[in-house]
């Protein structure tokens, strides 16, 4: 069973750094992107970035470059999400997820759509 | 970027309603378009991928159709395990989400 696991909740304070993590299980880990997502209390979907793990390409949404990191490790199949300086506005449950693969009309091979997805980290940035 | 607008934002109905979620992309999108159903506490669940190809183990009332701007989401027979939240997300152009359907009982 392809499996996306992660890393338990959180509570820090303004300032402070965070690396939470997402394993993957029952597949080829360096064959698949891996991807998050945000979800703030109450809000909906938010694609952050992604990373390919057998190179280490990544790719951020404009919205997060630069505020967040994403890494990985290939002989541990496990991705990272990570801040440098928390802010209360980061307070949010993170998702890790695998893109499909699939060929477009063109015969291109492309990522897709989001699953499966990790269980959610909480998140909660608080003074 | 590519916006995605989903109606209507909340949708009363009752078991054994047809309902019916439209989606609409800022763009064309071809047909790459997937459906998720989210319920509280827990991550989304992929229901539709490639605007209507039923994801395996997906209950059949679960239906997509739709391609370029506009998509729509038909569960044909509203069951007590479908209240939900149902969110679209485009994969054309990187990945963009609707801002999710509520879907409650009347």
């Known amino acids: 069973e392809v499996q996306l696991v992660q890393s338990g909740a959180e509570v820090k304070k303004p300032g402070e750094s965070l690396k939470i993590s997402c394993k993957g299980s029952?597949?080829?880990?360096?064959?698949?992107?891996i991807g998050w997502v945000r979800q703030m209390p109450g809000k909906g979907l938010e694609w952050m970035g992604l990373?390919?793990?057998?190179?280490?390409?990544?790719r951020y949404s404009p919205s997060f470059q630069g505020q967040v990191t994403i890494s990985a490790d290939k002989s541990t199949n496990t991705a990272y999400l990570q801040w440098s300086s928390l802010k209360a506005s980061d307070t949010a449950i993170y998702y890790c997820?695998?893109?499909?693969?699939?060929?477009?009309?063109?015969?291109?091979?492309?990522?897709?759509?989001?699953?499966?997805w990790g269980q959610g980290t909480q998140v909660t940035v608080s003074s | 970027d590519i916006q995605m607008t989903q109606s209507p934002s909340t949708l009363s109905a009752s078991v054994g309603d047809r309902v019916t979620i439209t989606c609409r992309a800022s763009q064309s999108v071809s047909y790459w378009l997937a459906w998720y159903q989210q319920k509280p506490g827990k991550a989304p669940k992929l229901l539709i991928y490639k605007a209507s190809s039923l994801e395996s183990g997906v209950p059949s009332r679960f239906s997509g159709s739709g391609s370029g701007t506009e998509f729509t989401l038909t569960i044909s027979s509203l069951q007590p395990d479908d209240f939900a939240t149902y969110y679209c997300?485009?994969?054309?152009?990187?990945?963009?989400f609707g801002q999710g359907t509520k879907v409650e009982i009347k």
């Open positions: 997300q485009q994969y054309n152009n990187y990945w963009t």
């Open positions: 997820v695998r893109p499909s693969h699939y060929y477009d009309t063109s015969g291109s091979l492309r990522l897709g759509w989001f699953d499966p």
């Open positions: 029952g597949y080829s880990f360096t064959s698949h992107w």
């Open positions: 990373i390919n793990p057998e190179d280490s390409d990544s």
